[in-house]
């Protein structure tokens, strides 16, 4: 089943070299196109991709501003959010995933590695690569600790599922999280998956930046 793309870029080029990338790809497609902000959210009301590829930048409504009113309307939260930027990662990805992006790319991707991210947050999964993960936790090292945790939020959690959601906070892959923690691959698939809906998160991303804000794990890596 071919994968439903939304492009949202204000540079034409951009788009139109983003559209014939993608659809190089015989399972995707591109359903639309947006010049900014706001025809990126009407578009994606209107059509309701699988996929939102968001530029960070965008005149109106920025990516973010457009990630968190799709992630808020329940007509459009199943679509999953891939940020573009040709800016400093630092900078931005740390607010792109807590805004409830899946994925998080620069521009200056290969077509491979465009099409691979598409179709890893279609599938549901979160595009988080461990140096991904080490920015985040990064980000989170140079913030002031937050004055008002909440641990909470992972009240509904059993010792074992905090120990998998620590572990997922390390930036840690389901096969080494199994051999840690000396279970199956598939048991912390399990675990994983039932961690995301018990927490009420959409995705693996939004499970690590919820690890470090409840004070589950600490940037230095000390787990609570």
Excluded: W
């Excluded at 492009?7 to 497609?29: C, F, K």
Aim: hydrophobic share 45%; glycine share 6%; with cysteine.
């Amino acid at each position: 089943m071919s994968v439903r793309v939304l492009v949202a870029d204000d540079q034409p080029l951009v788009r139109s070299g983003l559209r014939g990338l993608l659809e190089r790809d015989g399972d995707i497609t591109v359903v639309a196109e947006a010049q900014d902000g706001g025809e990126a959210l009407r578009l994606a009301r209107l059509t309701r991709p699988d996929v939102a590829l968001l530029d960070i930048r965008m005149p109106h409504l920025d990516g973010l501003v457009v990630t968190r009113e799709l992630a808020a309307d329940p007509a459009t939260a199943a679509v999953r959010v891939i940020v573009l930027t040709t800016f400093d990662i630092d900078a931005y990805i740390f607010e792109a995933l807590r805004s409830g992006a899946s994925g998080f790319l620069a521009k200056t991707v290969s077509r491979q590695e465009l099409c691979r991210a598409v179709h890893v947050v279609a599938e549901g999964e979160a595009l988080l690569s461990p140096s991904v993960t080490r920015t985040v936790i990064a980000e989170l090292a140079r913030r002031p600790t937050p004055p008002h945790r909440s641990p909470e939020r992972l009240a509904p959690l059993t010792a074992r599922e905090k120990e998998v959601l620590a572990s997922v906070a390390t930036g840690l892959s389901n096969a080494e999280i199994a051999q840690a923690l000396r279970m199956s691959p598939l048991t912390v698939k399990t675990h994983v998956s039932r961690v995301i809906t018990k927490l009420g998160v959409r995705d693996r991303t939004q499970l690590v930046v919820l690890a470090y804000e409840t004070g589950l794990v600490t940037p230095g890596g000390a787990t609570q």
